[in-house]
C-alpha cells in the first residue's frame, strides 16, 4: 500500500529558483495539507485542501501556492525560493469533517534546502 | 486560537526506564487529543488518541489521558525500548474542524 507520495525527497534550489512538490495519495481521502517542520517549531501547516476543488491558508502560506489537481494530488509550489524556505516538506491526507478520528496520514518528507 | 506546548527536550534514557512527555493544550470547546511519532527519517504516524474528556488512549505500550480539568493529555510508557527513540509530538483538533494544531515535538533517545 502506497499511502501517501511525495517527490522529491531531496532537493537543493539557489535563491529565486522555483519548483514544485508534488503529492498524491491513494486512500481516496478528501482533506489533504502541506506542513513545514522546522527544528524547536514542530510542524505547521502551510495550505491545506478540504476537498477537490478548493484550497485555504494555513498558519504560513507566505511564498507557497498550492493546487488540487484532482482527489489524488495536491501540489506545492514556491515561486521564488528564499532561504527562509529551507524546511523539510510534509505532506498528509485526512478524510473530511471526522472528529472521531481526525488521523492525518503523512508522507516519508521533502527536504529542501535554499542557498 | 488553538495550541499545544509540550515538554522541551532532548530527552534521553537507558532501556527499561520510564518515560513521561507532558503535553498541555489550548482551546474552545472540546477537542480530541493525539500523540504522534517520527522514527528517523520518516513522516509522522499516530501513536494514540483520545476524543473526550478522561478517555484513555494507548498503543505498543504507551498511554496518555485526556484530563480536562488541567488540560492535559501526557504521554507515558512504564518501559522503554531502543526502538523508541523517536520524536514525538502532541497535538489536538476541535470538533468540526479536521485541522490539527501540532506541539513542537520532543525528541527521545533510549540507550542500551
Given amino acids: 500500500n502506497a499511502g501517501v507520495t511525495q517527490t522529491p525527497k531531496f532537493q537543493v534550489l539557489k535563491t529565486g529558483q522555483s519548483m514544485t512538490l508534488q503529492c498524491a495519495q491513494d486512500m481516496n481521502h478528501n482533506s489533504m495539507y502541506w506542513y513545514r517542520q522546522d527544528p524547536g517549531m514542530g510542524l505547521r501547516l502551510i495550505y491545506y485542501s478540504a476537498s477537490e476543488g478548493t484550497t485555504d491558508k494555513g498558519e504560513v502560506p507566505n511564498g507557497y501556492n498550492v493546487s488540487r489537481l484532482n482527489k489524488r494530488e495536491f501540489s506545492l509550489r514556491l515561486e521564488s525560493a528564499a532561504p527562509s524556505q529551507t524546511s523539510v516538506y510534509f505532506c498528509a491526507s485526512s478524510e473530511k469533517g471526522n472528529r472521531d478520528t481526525g488521523e492525518l496520514f503523512f508522507g516519508e518528507g521533502s527536504r529542501l534546502t535554499v542557498l | ?112
Fill in chain 2, 1 to 112: 486560537g488553538n495550541s499545544v506546548t509540550q515538554m522541551e527536550g532532548p530527552v534521553t534514557l537507558s532501556e527499561e526506564a520510564f518515560l513521561t512527555i507532558n503535553c498541555t493544550y489550548t482551546a474552545t470547546g472540546y477537542p480530541s487529543l493525539f500523540w504522534y511519532v517520527q522514527y528517523p527519517g520518516e513522516g509522522l504516524q499516530l501513536l494514540l488518541k483520545a476524543t473526550k474528556a478522561d478517555d484513555k488512549g494507548s498503543n505498543k505500550g504507551f498511554e496518555a489521558t485526556y484530563r480536562k480539568e488541567t488540560t492535559s493529555f501526557h504521554l507515558e510508557k512504564g518501559s522503554v525500548q531502543v526502538s523508541d527513540s523517536a520524536v514525538y509530538f502532541c497535538a489536538l483538533s476541535r470538533a468540526n474542524d479536521y485541522k490539527l494544531s501540532f506541539g513542537a515535538g520532543t525528541t527521545v533517545t533510549v540507550r542500551a
